[in-house]
């Protein structure tokens, strides 16, 4: 069972702050997904990264894929009250359903 | 956003009494899903279907049973609906699997089971 261990849980900022939440694993992924979900919503789909060492940047964030393809982290510049959210990492084993991480909860207050 | 409704979106119950929740997409995707989220679980896969009648079992199945006889709709049923069963009910469809396994989500049913 391939397992996604996501960290913080829990995170609260001010306005203009950075931060990164780390999704990491003792398994391979053949690619990971990252999702945004708010309150009273389904989770909806940021980014996915397919090769080893990949980075994409969706405007303020960064995503980017560990060389191993075990791990990923999400980096957020100068975050806004409007990037209040859990976000989800997921990940893709060869023809295995998509497995979930517990998610970080962030809050950024103005 | 991706045709993906849920029905109903709340439903309160009581224990040993069934029932059924409704995915309905209008995107024509092949595999379709369901999950449940509680705090401190995050998403756990219940059942997903790959096609018409092709179904298979997730994580937490469990007390749960599925049926898909058209493309466009997917039925989670609680025979006998347990406290335990009380959560948030998502469903999701992906066009392919594997690598490119992109889902998209409904807006969720929140079911209370008393």
């Not at chain 1, 980075?55 to 560990?66: C, P």
């Not at chain 2, 406290?83 to 009910?89: F, L």
Request: proline share 4%.
């Amino acid at each position: 069972t391939q397992l996604l261990e996501q960290s913080p849980q829990f995170l609260s900022i001010q306005e203009g702050e950075n931060l990164t939440v780390y999704c990491n694993s003792s398994s391979v992924f053949s690619s990971l997904q990252w999702y945004r979900q708010e309150p009273g919503e389904g989770p909806v789909l940021l980014v996915t990264v397919v090769t080893g060492g990949e980075v994409k940047k969706l405007k303020r964030l960064t995503f980017q894929f560990g060389d191993a393809r075990k791990d990923s982290s999400l980096h957020i510049t100068a975050a806004q009250p409007g990037d209040t959210g859990l976000y989800l990492c997921a990940g893709v084993a060869g023809n295995t359903p998509l497995v979930f991480g517990k998610g970080t909860r962030l809050s950024v207050i103005a | 956003d991706a045709g993906i409704t849920q029905s109903p979106r709340h439903k309160v119950t009581e224990t040993g009494t069934p029932v059924t929740l409704r995915c309905h997409q209008t995107e024509n995707h092949r595999y379709m899903y369901w999950y449940r989220q509680d705090p401190g679980h995050g998403l756990r896969l219940i059942h997903y279907s790959y096609g018409v009648k092709d179904t298979d079992k997730g994580e937490v199945s469990d007390g749960y049973s599925v049926s898909r006889s058209k493309t466009e709709d997917f039925l989670l049923t609680l025979e006998s609906a347990t406290s335990s069963q009380t959560s948030v009910y998502f469903c999701a469809i992906s066009r392919l699997a594997g690598v490119n396994n992109e889902q998209f989500f409904g807006p969720g049913t929140r079911l209370t089971v008393l």
